[in-house]
């Protein structure tokens, strides 16, 4: 019935490969000064400018190709916390025409080998404290040692040399590049999917200058001369990824690096640098509005702070803004989107709207059986636009039932129209993820994990929220082997040994069920509807039994 479009006009989307569209003369970079600090780090202090990551990232980029011999095309996984000079390797490869992977360092070997291994990888960048578990999986994938690289070598702690070693006595790469469509593929960047393992989504240059036009003329109150950002966001991350690196480079705005988050440090770099800006996930929003920690900082100076990754309800928004006045601004995208193309406006969207489209994109809502929808009606969420990615790595089962024939990328995400707002809400998910603190958790790499543990005979994962954390938890229903028993010690057991073979953020928060069996429809797929019911009891049982206390 409906076909919503935004509201602004289209912008014309220029073809260019994103390192040339990057460093071409712009409004931002070229009235504000480019021997400025464009990224700090708020450990030590170091700062590069515009002109120095330029200059470098040019330069690095012939390393690449004739030091080290990478072609056009080639993957360079790059795993790392954020770095403040990450732009600088990012850029790099791109200006050589090659692509990168970036990975969560807190990946397990095994997850490293299957980004590594599935996105053929040719080099690598790491951290020296990253090297024995990275140089196993490099050699499994054939990485010879001299492609191997660190973004740091201080105290001659490994013999893997610094990529900077790429820049000495290279030319600059010229500008702009030549030989790189703008269609070509720039980021592998892996998300989770509700069959297990994570896919990577490929993303072409166009989709990031789409993605960082779109949001930039989006909103001109959130991009100001004197504005100065914070980022602990992880680069490997779509939302960082495009925010961070990519959105504050092109907008000329400098950014504190922090290398992870820590409250603490979050408020002590605030106020040193008086930041306007930052951007945030739910979590964050809870320790900002609750945490003593927060009142001993002057904050006063955040202007704006956008939250992403996953829903932040209203009475977190409160909370929050009682100790900050600035002003809370949500949005909606996903790796697949490459990253937000609906945003709400300050001072006009309420709390739980996702917003408005960004111009150049489009969005419709349909039933089960794809019949459009139109206002006020519940359907899943379809985008179509010049940010959505290209698809998912060597997998046409998957592109298949992600993209309609006539080109919409189906989100998996149930949203409405609100006629009388004139603004977008996400009222559910179809998929099964469970999103722990704006990271993706897919239950049923979880339940390959627990079926691998001698007593487990059978299982379902599911999402628990936790208001107090303002995140799901993932839980595990567990059904054991007739020898094993039934109690906490097993539980326990169980949980730990999920805990070492999953990535931090997928560990069983949520604690762990035993129980005699799981629901199931009579083709064998476990009916999580019915475990939902479960919790739902489950809690309200728990807010009775506290009422009555009162």
């Known amino acids: 019935m409906v076909v919503y479009k935004s509201a602004q006009e289209s912008i014309p989307i220029p073809n260019l490969d994103l390192y040339t569209f990057l460093f071409q003369n712009s409004k931002y970079n070229t009235t504000r000064p480019r021997d400025?600090?464009?990224?700090?780090?708020?450990a030590t202090g170091k700062t590069l400018s515009f002109n120095q990551i330029f200059d470098l990232s040019g330069r690095i980029a012939t390393g690449w190709k004739e030091k080290i011999g990478l072609k056009k095309g080639d993957v360079v996984a790059v795993v790392a916390p954020n770095q403040y000079d990450h732009s600088v390797l990012y850029f790099s490869i791109l200006a050589a025409g090659c692509i990168v992977t970036p990975a969560n360092p807190d990946y397990t070997e095994v997850e490293f080998q299957h980004q590594i291994h599935s996105a053929g990888a040719k080099a690598l960048v790491t951290v020296p404290e990253l090297l024995p578990v990275l140089t196993k999986v490099a050699a499994k994938n054939n990485i010879?040692?001299?492609?191997?690289f660190v973004f740091n070598n201080q105290e001659n702690k490994t013999s893997y040399p610094s990529f900077y070693t790429l820049a000495e006595d290279s030319k600059h790469i010229g500008h702009?590049?030549?030989?790189?469509?703008?269609?070509?593929?720039?980021?592998?960047?892996?998300?989770?999917?509700t069959t297990g393992l994570s896919k990577g989504c490929l993303l072409s240059h166009r989709n990031f200058v789409s993605q960082c036009i779109q949001v930039t003329n989006f909103d001109a109150n959130a991009n100001i001369a004197t504005d100065i950002l914070l980022g602990f966001l992880p680069f490997f991350h779509i939302f960082g990824l495009t925010n961070l690196v990519i959105g504050s480079f092109y907008r000329q705005t400098p950014l504190v690096i922090m290398a992870k988050y820590n409250l603490e440090r979050f408020c002590q770099l605030v106020?040193?640098?008086?930041?306007?800006?930052?951007?945030?996930v739910p979590p964050v929003a809870v320790h900002l509005g609750k945490s003593p920690i927060v009142e001993k900082y002057d904050l006063s100076s955040l202007r704006v702070i956008g939250c992403g990754a996953a829903p932040l309800g209203k009475e977190h928004i409160d909370a929050l803004q009682k100790r900050i006045p600035a002003a809370v601004k949500q949005g909606y995208g996903s790796t697949e989107s490459c990253a937000g193309v609906v945003y709400q406006r300050v001072g006009i969207s309420p709390a739980g709207s996702i917003g408005y489209l960004t111009a150049n994109t489009e969005l419709k809502l349909v039933d089960e059986n794809d019949n459009e929808l139109g206002d006020d009606q519940e359907g899943e969420v379809l985008l179509r636009g010049p940010a959505m990615f290209l698809g998912y790595l060597n997998?046409?089962?998957?592109?298949?039932?992600?993209?309609?024939k006539d080109g919409w990328l189906r989100t998996g995400d149930v949203g409405v129209f609100n006629s009388k707002i004139g603004e977008f809400f996400i009222v559910d998910r179809l998929k099964e993820l469970i999103k722990y603190k704006g990271f993706q958790v897919a239950p049923a790499e979880l339940e390959r994990v627990l079926l691998g543990h001698e007593r487990v005979a059978d299982c379902a994962v599911v999402g628990v929220y936790e208001s107090s954390q303002a995140?799901?938890?993932p839980r595990a229903y567990v059904v054991l082997q007739s020898h094993a028993k039934s109690?906490?010690?097993?539980?326990?057991?169980?949980s730990d040994y999920v805990a070492k073979n999953v990535i931090n953020y997928k560990r069983l928060r949520g604690g762990i069920r035993l129980i005699d069996a799981i629901p199931k429809n009579a083709s064998g797929k476990i009916l999580r509807r019915e475990i939902k019911k479960w919790i739902k009891a489950e809690q309200e049982k728990e807010a009775t039994a506290v009422q009555a206390k009162l």
């Open 36 to 42: 400025q600090p464009t990224v700090i780090c708020g």
């Open 176 to 193: 702009p590049i030549r030989g790189i469509d703008s269609n070509d593929i720039a980021f592998i960047c892996f998300s989770s999917g």
């Open 395 to 404: 997998n046409p089962e998957a592109n298949e039932k992600t993209f309609t």
């Open 144 to 148: 010879p040692k001299d492609r191997i």
């Open 487 to 494: 109690d906490p010690a097993t539980a326990k057991d169980i």
């Open 271 to 280: 106020e040193k640098y008086k930041v306007t800006n930052t951007s945030i």
């Open 471 to 473: 995140t799901e938890l």
